[in-house]
């Protein structure tokens, strides 16, 4: 069975930094292409960051330079670095697989979601 | 950036009729060399991480019901409803990704009226 479990989230001050992760069970992350996107309060949707089957990476201009997408082969799980942490950061920050049968940013299976809040 | 905006922000169907959401995008999203629209829509229930139900703007995602279909081409698409379900109350979001970077409209609320 196909599963993703996102999990790192909490609270955090502003200008923190904190580490999320997504575990995968039934297929291997390091074959896929890995999405983050993430969830205000309340709002819509923002695609975060992507990890690419070859590793190569992609950001949302709104987090260049503040988060890191790596992978754990050996754990099949991805990891979503977070720094220079701020209030508008607040979201829940769900992992998504891409579809490698349509196109890798066709986002075709979800995780159930991890919050995290910016505050002091 | 290709901005996607999503109209109406709100709609109440009665059960049984057609529910119908536009998606506009800021430049066309069809590829030329291989005439294929880079949309896709989800569907998000309250709690619930969202579900992919269409991509290339008109294929649905295997195993969703045939009541929902996608149409358009190039910057103005629509999702349509045909009989809407109570199961069917969710928040609809439409997707680019014709750029490097992805994004999604702001969703559209459908409730029963």
């Known amino acids: 069975e196909v599963q993703l479990v996102e999990s790192g989230g909490g609270l955090i001050q502003p200008g923190g930094s904190l580490r999320l992760s997504c575990t995968a069970s039934?297929?291997?992350?390091?074959?896929?292409?890995m999405n983050w996107v993430r969830q205000a309060p309340g709002k819509g949707l923002e695609w975060v960051s992507l990890i690419y089957s070859d590793g190569s990476v992609d950001y949302a201009d709104s987090v260049k330079g503040r988060f890191t997408v790596s992978r754990d082969t050996s754990k099949n799980t991805i990891y979503l670095q977070m720094s220079s942490l701020r209030v508008e950061d607040t979201a829940v920050y769900y992992c998504a697989r891409g579809s490698t049968s349509h196109h890798h940013k066709v986002l075709n299976f979800w995780g159930q979601g991890t919050l995290v809040t910016v505050s002091s | 950036d290709i901005v996607m905006t999503q109209s109406p922000d709100s709609l109440a169907v009665s059960l049984g009729e057609r529910a119908t959401i536009n998606c506009t995008s800021s430049?066309?999203?069809?590829?030329?060399?291989?005439?294929?629209?880079?949309l896709a829509w989800y569907q998000q229930k309250p709690g619930q991480p969202p579900k992919l139900l269409i991509y290339?703007?008109?294929t649905r995602e295997s195993g969703v019901p045939d009541r929902f279909s996608g149409s358009g081409s190039g910057t103005d698409f629509t999702l349509t409803v045909s009989s809407l379900q109570a199961e069917d109350v969710a928040v609809y979001y439409c997707?680019?990704?014709?750029?490097?970077?992805?994004?999604f409209g702001g969703g559209t609320k459908v409730e029963i009226k």
């Open positions: 290339w703007a008109s």
């Open positions: 997707q680019q990704y014709y750029n490097i970077l992805t994004n």
């Open positions: 039934g297929f291997t992350v390091s074959s896929n292409y």
């Open positions: 430049q066309s999203i069809l590829y030329s060399s291989n005439n294929k629209n880079y």
